[in-house]
């Protein structure tokens, strides 16, 4: 796959640089000359998890603008923050989502944002939903001066001369003209990629002759595949600079390096110098596998350079490497040697974390907006921040998996339950022993007729031990739902009782109810499916009845709310997670006084609009 990168660049960077979209730096670390060693890293790593491909925009308005490969290849997402440190905390934003059928349709790889003659324009690799490895280059484009809002536009596909394999669009513009530089497969050429170079008639249009940079030849370069991609552009003092990648996208993925004089022609082939040796590399010693796919942007001072790639802290992966889903964003100063050449030093290693005061592993299973057939599992410390442990994890063998619930059964093995299909009398049960890979055990057939829809099945575990789903029936074929208890008669979770309605909850159109005990009072969080808002209700007994002691938003959570989820924190709070499947977004909120109160509720980083009527488990260590 590819990385992403951009042109960043030192005094004057490619001339033009943050009038038309590339990045200025200005001086290096310290005085000309200076190494890296002399410069030590002064950033956190990894800056941003569980994203490959890193390219960071610093624009006019003093804003860092962040974007990058999502493990899932399935949307665009874009972060801002004044400092390079806050794009680690700060909220992420999905601005563009993969189509469902057609071009556009899959792997979504390497975005680059760039801000081109009062336009911002977002370049990108995709394939079409029936074609997943037909990828090529594409644009959106927006007006807005903040590209948060307004309408992000397809601009259409970018145009080459070969209709084959190719991605890594990168743009800049050098002595008054705008180049692009990508990677593409040769006809004729037996390699995966090599980069190539042309001029511009405007932000998504080529325009005279197209060359070759630089094509796989050393042994390096060869690793696995043959590759070289993920362009990036800087110059210094009279030189450009062009990094890219090669190899598999394992611990080989390394960066070489093309260098030109900066007053000579581009275009022309023989102008660029290609350096026999990678200049960035794997490092044992520090713990960091793989580095590549880089762009460049300079430290707050408008002088340091900064190198921003993606490596992973890890040397051993199981699978094809495109499935391992922590490559992790990571910035470290550029350093220049005495002879003016980029110093690159090593990748740095990960900053100590603080232990947290009480360990805990927080594992989620989600279906997702774009694929409703697929498991994904996630994992988190914080109960805030999560990242793929594998997606998909699961697909059944026929029907769906929505609404995926998990427990951890007394057997040892982690169980989902799950809906099976929009219409039918099954839910669905799998089950795991490392989270990871996942066996298919039954599909269930609920003994109640008539039986139009049989939804959003979550698990209950009593304080004694008893094991329970709660599921949503709709049993007059009119959408009309109300909450079921299925308690199971044997440890094997293959024989249920047939499913009773919740008493208190059965006069009304309630769905995607969860329940949890507290206090020695069983807590209903439950959608009211007519006023879309979720409501609160209280029992003495799990079977009820139960009372609604909230209704309308009293919470404060709004309405159009659903899928609530709700796990115990570390110190006795609680948390519930919900859609707000109108707005596209995923919430939390928190309750310190036995879920009367709860605290505003805040987007949850990285997955919002993404993750899909999920279940968190909470396992301390």
């Given at each position: 796959m590819s990385r992403s990168e951009q042109p960043p660049s030192r005094r004057v960077l490619l001339k033009g640089a943050l009038a038309a979209g590339a990045l200025t730096a200005a001086p290096a670390v310290g005085p000309a000359g200076a190494t890296a060693s002399a410069a030590p890293a002064a950033y956190g790593n990894p800056?941003?998890?569980?994203?490959?491909?890193?390219?960071?925009?610093?624009?006019?308005?003093?804003?860092?603008?962040?974007?990058?490969?999502?493990?899932?290849y399935d949307r665009i997402i874009l972060r801002r923050s004044r400092t390079l440190r806050g794009i680690s905390t700060a909220e992420e934003s999905v601005i563009w989502k993969k189509r469902s059928s057609g071009d556009m349709g899959a792997h979504i790889w390497a975005p680059e944002i760039h801000h081109i003659d009062g336009r911002w324009y977002i370049y990108f690799a995709a394939a079409p939903a029936n074609d997943v490895w037909k990828i090529r280059m594409w644009v959106l484009e927006n007006p807005s001066r903040d590209p948060f809002k307004g309408t992000w536009t397809e601009k259409g596909r970018i145009t080459t001369a070969w209709d084959t394999f190719s991605l890594d669009a990168t743009t800049f513009t050098h002595r008054g003209s705008r180049y692009l530089a990508w990677a593409q497969h040769e006809p004729g050429i037996d390699h995966n990629t090599g980069i190539f170079l042309s001029r511009m008639a405007n932000p998504w249009t080529l325009t005279g002759p197209q060359i070759r940079l630089t094509t796989p030849e050393y042994d390096w370069e060869c690793v696995g595949f043959k590759v070289n991609e993920g362009a990036s552009f800087i110059e210094r003092d009279g030189r450009v600079f062009m990094t890219y990648s090669a190899s598999a996208t394992d611990s080989n993925y390394c960066m070489g390096l093309l260098t030109a004089a900066s007053d000579s022609d581009l275009?022309?082939?023989?102008?660029?110098?290609?350096?026999?040796?990678?200049?960035?590399?794997?490092?044992?010693?520090?713990g960091q596998y793989g580095p590549g796919h880089n762009s460049f942007?300079?430290?707050?001072?408008?002088?340091?350079?900064?190198?921003?790639?993606?490596?992973?802290?890890?040397?051993?992966?199981?699978?094809?490497?495109?499935?391992?889903?922590?490559?992790?964003?990571?910035?470290?100063?550029?350093?220049?040697?005495?002879?003016?050449?980029?110093?690159?030093?090593?990748p740095v290693a990960d900053r100590p974390r603080r232990p947290a005061t009480k360990a805990a592993r927080y594992t989620m299973t989600a279906f997702t907006n774009t694929s409703e057939s697929n498991l994904y599992v996630y994992e988190s410390t914080d109960a805030t921040t999560y990242t793929l442990l594998k997606g998909p994890a699961y697909t059944p063998p026929s029907g769906l998996i929505r609404d995926p619930s998990l427990i951890r059964h007394t057997d040892g093995h982690y169980w989902i339950v799950y809906t099976t299909g929009w219409t039918g009398d099954t839910i669905g049960f799998a089950r795991s022993k490392d989270r990871l890979n996942w066996q298919f055990v039954a599909d269930h057939t609920l003994p109640t007729a008539p039986l139009a829809r049989t939804w959003a099945p979550e698990w209950f575990v009593d304080e004694d031990g008893s094991t329970h789903v709660i599921v949503s029936l709709d049993t007059t074929g009119t959408y009309t739902f109300r909450p079921?208890?299925?308690?199971?008669?044997?440890?094997?979770?293959?024989?249920?009782?047939?499913?009773?309605?919740?008493?208190?909850?059965?006069?009304?159109?309630?769905?995607?109810?969860?329940?949890?005990?507290?206090?020695g009072t069983y807590h209903a969080l439950t959608k009211q499916e007519t006023t879309k808002y979720l409501e609160h209700a209280v029992a003495d007994r799990l079977t009820g009845p139960y009372t609604l002691v909230g209704t309308g938003d009293w919470a404060g959570w709004g309405s159009w709310r659903e899928g609530p989820a709700l796990v115990r924190l570390p110190n006795g709070g609680w948390r519930v997670y919900f859609d707000g499947y109108a707005e596209q977004k995923y919430y939390y909120s928190d309750s310190l006084d036995g879920l009367r109160t709860w605290t505003p509720i805040r987007q949850l980083p990285g997955l919002t609009g993404f993750a899909r009527h999920f279940t968190v488990l909470r396992e301390d260590a």
């Open positions: 800056l941003v998890r569980n994203r490959a491909d890193p390219h960071i925009h610093r624009h006019t308005d003093g804003h860092y603008y962040f974007t990058a490969t999502a493990p899932e275009m022309d082939p023989t102008s660029w110098t290609k350096s026999p040796k990678p200049v960035f590399t794997s490092d044992a010693t520090t942007t300079v430290a707050e001072d408008g002088r340091t350079d900064v190198l921003v790639y993606h490596a992973r802290p890890y040397k051993d992966i199981t699978g094809d490497p495109l499935h391992d889903p922590n490559r992790h964003t990571r910035v470290q100063r550029l350093g220049w040697k005495a002879d003016g050449t980029p110093d690159f030093g090593i079921h208890l299925l308690t199971a008669t044997d440890r094997t979770l293959r024989s249920w009782t047939t499913p009773r309605p919740l008493a208190g909850l059965d006069r009304s159109n309630h769905i995607d109810t969860f329940v949890v005990r507290h206090g």
